[in-house]
């Protein structure tokens, strides 16, 4: 990252983004080098201010109520390149160097990986690795 640590250090970068009224901000991380979309998650501010000082990539997962450094647990880390604000200050745009190459759960380099085709959703991106090798078997 080429951000300066007063930059960093600083909460008015973060008093500058519309949170929702639960504190969150959607982000959305894009390959830096394709300009492949990988995933969309949420950030708190926690989670965006550690991504900005570690270079790496945390979310707030909803579901579990804490932290996620992606990676943690499938090693499919993502190295923050850039992060940018749109517009309307509501939404974060990761650029990143995936790790492993893999972004989804589900194996694939992508979490958009279905299509709508004739009222259906398809999958027609490869599952790169099986889930159960990446996480084991639960």
């Not at 900005?52 to 923050?80: F, I, N």
Request: glycine fraction near 8%; include cysteine; charged fraction near 30%.
């Amino acid at each position: 990252m080429q951000e300066s640590s007063a930059t960093v250090d600083s909460p008015d970068w973060l008093n500058a983004i519309r949170w929702t009224e639960d504190g969150l901000v959607p982000a959305i991380a894009q390959d830096a080098e394709t300009g492949e979309i990988l995933m969309m998650a949420w950030m708190n501010r926690e989670s965006l201010r550690l991504t900005a000082e570690e270079g790496h990539a945390v979310y707030w997962s909803r579901s579990r109520g804490k932290l996620w450094r992606k990676g943690e647990t499938s090693g499919h880390q993502q190295v923050v390149k850039d992060i940018r604000l749109d517009c309307d200050e509501d939404v974060i745009l990761l650029k990143v160097e995936q790790k492993g190459g893999i972004a989804c759960h589900t194996g694939r380099r992508s979490c958009f990986y279905r299509t709508l085709k004739d009222g259906a959703w398809v999958a027609v991106d490869p599952v790169i690795k099986d889930p159960d090798a990446i996480y084991g078997n639960n």
